[in-house]
């Protein structure tokens, strides 16, 4: 563990990131207190998944992350689908006249497979890798600015104040930190409505079985079909099915305060109409009461640099992405292991030094965490049949697919992370001159 570093560190926001974030630092001797607007440490949504390249990072973060992570794992069921990230299908075959077994248009692979997360019960484990008092819950950040002493002071809603001698913002895709740095005015303070919204659904795995088959239940597919997909995979070590089923619409969504509505299962039926039986018997299996997911992202509007002084943002809150790739959360885990591989080179030893980091932290990640953003975009319209130049053609969506994922998950983490500690060589020469 670390010695010599004489500051300390605020992270804002106490998810998936944030905490990754944490473990991380601690685990490298690095002071750190974590700033949570919520009673305690949550997560909202359902699944999520992890690439070979999160994977990797997860290990380097920490072999905690990579422990809690298998504990709650739960991969394709059949031993022959290990390696099978998605089946892909067409859901809007109008020959398949009832539910049941479909043949694949095209498989794609990796070396770790699907592996269904629940966000919650990842949450819940990782936990467990740091000390209680290391969170301060109840904490909404409302502006930061530099005291007298030098250090950054937090003003917080409640009207306490904390301070620290760097913020990292891991709030999300509504980032507070992110429109400290830029003001409420500038684009990127505000993410985008992509026109797209998703029904979610959890449904005990017997129904599906009985609804499907046993292949297309118990391994994960996407159905594709024009101006719509869903996704299903397995999660709760095979026990429920995780529906996911995303629908493009023009119309803006209502309520940009809340990225969720209650809608009906009747809602999700009709937008899928004229799919084939698969796909609305997956549907038909859904609580009558949904809940609609607004798809948001900073693709529109991409944040200008990652750093501003001693204020950085990383995951969500930097480069918000769509989840139609797979890989948001991956990256997040990706910007954890940078950051916490330049705090802990021993040349970052007081607070003029983290400057220094955080710029090399934006040149190693911005690049690569954008575009994401913008790939994300191309391979959901890839899905449902509407990307300029692909259209329907399955072999030219596969290629699309197999591509944009190589670049993802054949990712190399020990370079990025010696990339990172050139960048931080620069940026340290420059701030001494």
Same mark, same amino acid.
């Given at each position: 563990?670390?010695?010599?570093?004489?500051?300390?560190?605020?992270?804002?926001?106490?998810?998936?990131?944030?905490?990754?974030?944490?473990?991380?630092?601690?685990?490298?001797?690095?002071?750190?207190?974590?700033?949570?607007? *919520?009673?305690?440490?949550?997560?909202?949504?359902?699944?999520?998944?992890?690439?070979?390249? *999160?994977?990797?990072? &997860?290990?380097?973060?920490?072999?905690?992350?990579?422990?809690?992570?298998?504990?709650?794992?739960?991969?394709?069921? $059949? !031993?022959?689908?290990?390696?099978? $990230?998605?089946?892909?299908?067409?859901?809007?075959?109008?020959?398949?006249?009832?539910?049941?077994?479909?043949?694949?248009?095209?498989?794609?692979?990796?070396?770790?497979?699907?592996?269904?997360?629940? +966000? @919650?019960?990842?949450?819940? #484990?990782?936990?467990?890798?740091?000390?209680?008092?290391?969170?301060? %819950?109840?904490? +909404?950040?409302?502006?930061?600015?530099?005291?007298?002493?030098?250090?950054?002071?937090?003003? %917080?809603?409640?009207?306490?104040?904390?301070?620290?001698?760097?913020?990292?913002?891991?709030?999300?895709?509504?980032?507070?930190?992110?429109?400290? &740095?830029?003001?409420?005015?500038?684009?990127?303070?505000? !993410?985008?409505?992509?026109?797209?919204?998703?029904? +979610? /659904?959890?449904?005990?795995?017997?129904?599906?079985?009985?609804?499907?088959?046993?292949?297309?239940?118990?391994?994960?597919?996407?159905? &594709?079909?024009? /101006?719509?997909?869903?996704?299903?995979? !397995?999660?709760?070590?095979?026990?429920?099915?995780?529906?996911?089923?995303?629908?493009?619409?023009?119309?803006? $969504?209502?309520?940009?305060?809340?990225?969720?509505?209650?809608?009906? +299962? #009747?809602?999700?039926?009709?937008? %899928?109409?004229?799919?084939?039986?698969?796909?609305?018997?997956?549907?038909?299996?859904?609580?009558?009461?949904?809940?609609? $997911?607004?798809?948001?992202?900073?693709?529109?509007?991409?944040?200008?640099?990652?750093?501003?002084?001693?204020?950085?943002?990383?995951?969500? @809150?930097?480069? *918000?992405?769509?989840?139609?790739?797979?890989?948001?959360?991956?990256?997040?885990?990706?910007d954890s292991l940078v950051m916490a591989t330049l705090l802990q080179d021993e040349r970052v030893k007081s607070p003029k030094d983290l400057e220094a980091?955080?710029?090399?932290?934006? @040149?190693?990640?911005?690049?690569?965490?954008?575009?994401?953003?913008?790939?994300?975009?191309?391979?959901?319209?890839?899905?449902?049949?509407?990307?300029?130049?692909?259209?329907?053609?399955?072999?030219?969506?596969?290629? #699309?697919?197999?591509?944009?994922?190589?670049?993802?998950? #054949? %990712?190399?983490?020990?370079?990025?992370?010696?990339? *990172?500690?050139?960048?931080?060589?620069?940026?340290?020469?420059?701030?001494?001159?």
């Amino acid at each position: 563990m670390a010695t010599n570093k004489n500051f300390e560190i605020a992270i804002v926001g106490g998810g998936i990131t944030g905490l990754t974030l944490a473990i991380a630092l601690y685990h490298r001797g690095i002071n750190i207190k974590i700033y949570e607007q *919520a009673p305690k440490f949550g997560e909202i949504g359902a699944g999520i998944s992890f690439g070979p390249n *999160a994977v990797a990072a &997860m290990k380097k973060c920490h072999t905690g992350i990579y422990d809690s992570f298998e504990k709650v794992c739960t991969r394709n069921s $059949w !031993p022959s689908k290990s390696k099978v $990230w998605f089946d892909y299908l067409n859901g809007y075959d109008k020959s398949l006249k009832q539910a049941g077994h479909q043949k694949a248009e095209f498989t794609i692979t990796n070396s770790v497979g699907q592996n269904g997360v629940h +966000r @919650a019960h990842f949450l819940d #484990e990782m936990v467990k890798l740091v000390p209680e008092d290391i969170a301060r %819950f109840g904490k +909404r950040l409302r502006s930061i600015n530099e005291g007298s002493g030098g250090k950054l002071v937090m003003h %917080f809603e409640d009207g306490s104040e904390a301070q620290a001698d760097a913020v990292i913002g891991s709030d999300g895709i509504k980032s507070t930190v992110r429109k400290v &740095m830029f003001g409420v005015d500038h684009p990127c303070a505000h !993410p985008s409505y992509t026109h797209k919204y998703a029904y +979610r /659904g959890l449904v005990p795995m017997e129904q599906a079985v009985e609804a499907i088959g046993e292949e297309r239940a118990k391994n994960s597919c996407m159905h &594709m079909g024009p /101006g719509g997909h869903v996704l299903t995979f !397995p999660v709760n070590h095979g026990q429920i099915l995780n529906i996911v089923a995303f629908h493009t619409n023009k119309d803006d $969504w209502p309520d940009y305060q809340r990225l969720t509505r209650p809608v009906k +299962r #009747e809602d999700a039926l009709s937008d %899928f109409s004229g799919y084939g039986p698969n796909v609305i018997q997956l549907l038909k299996l859904t609580k009558p009461d949904l809940d609609c $997911w607004a798809i948001f992202d900073l693709g529109d509007n991409p944040v200008p640099r990652f750093n501003k002084g001693r204020v950085v943002i990383v995951g969500d @809150a930097a480069h *918000a992405t769509s989840p139609h790739h797979g890989a948001g959360a991956g990256f997040c885990i990706e910007d954890s292991l940078v950051m916490a591989t330049l705090l802990q080179d021993e040349r970052v030893k007081s607070p003029k030094d983290l400057e220094a980091a955080f710029t090399a932290f934006d @040149a190693n990640r911005r690049e690569r965490s954008q575009w994401l953003v913008q790939s994300s975009r191309f391979i959901s319209d890839c899905y449902e049949w509407q990307a300029p130049g692909v259209g329907d053609d399955f072999k030219k969506i596969e290629h #699309e697919i197999n591509t944009r994922n190589g670049i993802i998950t #054949e %990712f190399d983490i020990e370079k990025m992370c010696s990339d *990172a500690t050139e960048e931080l060589t620069k940026t340290l020469r420059q701030s001494n001159l």
